[in-house]
């Protein structure tokens, strides 16, 4: 396989696997905090290997179109990214938003004047700037992950334009090192989901996401897209995709008893070291288990949008039945 041919198989559908798993420890972890019961304590974790994972894809967006071009061609792809970016998120997000607003008006019997006051305290969020100066009242605060998301893949798309592999190898990880380093020293946790902190979060997680991709690469080129040794290397190849898949099993396992702690960032190297592992080896799969997997991969967006107003109405029909 040459360096194209990695570039063009950025998916891995086992990756896509684990995320519609996080995806439900993430809906766990918000739905449980609301019962009596602890399950999935560290739920919150899931977020950060959105975020590693996302980092990969702006990577593999760099590469394919960005790399080696231009800097009018560069900078004309950082506007298609932006609005494809835009186009993918924000009308679901919207959408979750007024599912949200609609069920507050109803449950909380608001009137006009409860509405206008939300409105001029919380119309941020609909422009997903609430992870800023501008940001006071939310509809629903899960949703920063989206807005820090976005704010944060712009901000590192734009470094790699400028910088290119610089960034990658160089900027990335240094920048995420810092971060992380700045949060274990400062409160011990990297829940934190408030004002500028919701973007710095994102951008060490999605910073980590790309140097993994820039690493990953290197690492399939020197190590296994060579013809000698295939036997070796295959097996090689299969142990060190179990343990990832073992290293990311023992992370589910931790969020259902863990709490926040510095162990927030163990768990983040964990996840580094999976998806650095995952997409270095990249083990074939059978073309019915892509399809599902993918499939899976492709409601984790919509379940985490729509997890709060559910989960919103799900306790308070209980709530009514129960009186």
């Known amino acids: 396989m040459n360096q194209n041919t990695y570039r063009k198989s950025s998916r891995d559908y086992t990756v896509e696997l684990w995320r519609f798993i996080f995806c439900m ?3 766990g972890f918000h739905f449980f905090i609301k ?8 739920g919150y974790l899931g977020v950060e290997f959105f975020f590693v994972l996302s980092g990969y894809g702006i990577y593999s967006y760099y590469v394919k179109q960005m790399q080696g071009k231009r800097f009018g061609d560069r900078l004309y792809a950082l506007g ?3 609005g494809k970016r835009l186009i993918r998120l924000y009308p679901l997000y919207l959408l979750s938003l007024l599912c949200m607003l609609i069920f507050r008006v109803v449950s909380e019997q608001w009137n006009l004047s409860k509405i206008w006051a939300y409105i001029t305290k919380g119309w941020a969020e609909f422009l997903m700037l609430q992870c800023g ?5 939310v509809l629903i605060s899960a949703h920063w992950y989206v807005a820090a998301f976005f704010w944060g893949s712009v901000i590192l ?9 610089v960034g990658g190898y160089v ?9 992380y380093r700045y949060y274990f020293h400062l409160i011990g946790k990297i829940d934190v989901i408030y004002s500028y ?4 979060r994102a951008v060490a997680g999605l910073a980590l996401g790309i140097f993994i991709g820039f690493v990953a690469q290197f690492l399939w080129e020197v190590s ?9 290397k295959k097996g090689m190849r299969y142990a060190l995709y179990l343990l990832a898949n073992l290293l990311l099993a023992g992370v589910v396992i931790y969020t259902n008893f863990g709490r926040r702690s510095k162990i927030d960032f163990l768990v983040i190297a964990v996840y580094a070291v999976a998806v650095l592992v995952l997409f270095t080896v990249r083990i074939p799969l059978g073309e019915k288990k892509k399809a599902l997997f993918a499939r899976l991969s492709g409601v984790t967006y919509p379940i985490y949008l729509f997890q709060m107003p559910i989960i919103e109405l799900i306790f308070w029909l209980l709530a009514m039945i129960s009186k």
């Open 25 to 27: 420890v993430v809906l």
């Open 35 to 42: 019962t009596k019961y602890s399950y999935f304590r560290a």
């Open 80 to 82: 298609t990214y932006i």
């Open 133 to 137: 100066p501008l940001g006071n009242a």
């Open 157 to 165: 798309i734009c470094v790699l334009m400028l910088t290119g592999r």
């Open 171 to 179: 900027i990335c990880p240094l920048g995420s090192v810092l971060i």
């Open 197 to 200: 902190h919701a973007v710095v």
């Open 224 to 232: 296994f897209d060579k013809e000698q040794g295939q036997a070796w």
